[in-house]
């Protein structure tokens, strides 16, 4: 037991090392170095139970445009369920605010649904079934878990040959006062990562699984 006890103390040390190396050192790519995709995913990150966005998310929207005005893909799926029963959603709610941004209504895609990155990868897949290549988008922290939830998903709707690109909107969630960085958040991603891995294996190995489990 105590050996054991030491490799998944040692795992989770190596995990969380490498999710602040991705944070903090990969720089963020031009949209010109983005393969063409077939849709452009943007994960709800955070919204109050009125439907006003946080911070990060405008982030988020502001760099999918980007890459839609870049040609990197002719549709985004703003992904994102609502805050509070009956509540506004957050995928509509993005899709508002990019469309004051100049997107086009025909180059939107509205997934309502989603209360999880995993729920987020199986629900936004079902709106683009036939693509080949996606262009996930979040801040670089999240990116390595939102990259896994995508290919388990593929694979859980038979597409595992899907190619998954990941866009960085920022690196990291700072302070908007102060400008520190918000290490708590940092934080939970380091649990949210295994409490993630252990749901996904659960509901592949479930005989009739049930979608809200993932919630």
């Known amino acids: 037991m105590g050996k054991l006890l030491k490799f998944g103390i040692a795992l989770y040390v190596s995990m969380t090392l490498a999710m602040l190396v991705w944070t903090f050192v990969w720089p963020v790519p031009d949209t010109e170095d983005f393969k063409t995709a077939d849709a452009v995913v943007c994960l709800g990150g955070g919204m ?34 609502t805050a509070v029963e009956d509540g506004p959603d957050a995928g509509t709610q993005m899709a508002l605010y990019a469309a ?33 290549r ?14 896994a939830s995508f290919k388990w998903a593929a694979r859980e709707t038979g597409h595992a040959e899907l190619s998954v690109s990941m866009a960085m909107s920022e690196n990291v969630r700072r302070d908007p ?34 979608v809200n489990w993932l919630h």
């Open 134 to 147: 996606v262009i996930v988008v979040s801040e670089a922290f999240h990116l390595p878990r939102s990259w």
């Open 177 to 210: 006062r102060t400008g520190g960085i918000r290490w708590r958040i940092l934080a939970r991603e380091s649990i949210a990562i295994w409490f993630n891995t252990a749901r996904a294996i659960s509901y592949s190995i479930m005989p009739d699984p049930d």
């Open 100 to 132: 004051s941004l100049g997107l086009p209504a025909s180059a939107t895609l509205i997934e309502d649904r989603a209360q999880s990155t995993l729920q987020n990868a199986l629900f936004s897949l079902e709106l683009v079934p036939n693509a080949q």
């Open 48 to 81: 109050s139970a009125n439907g006003t966005l946080a911070a990060p998310v405008l982030t988020r929207i502001e760099r999918c445009v980007q890459l839609f005005e870049a040609d990197r893909a002719p549709v985004i799926v703003f992904s994102g369920g």
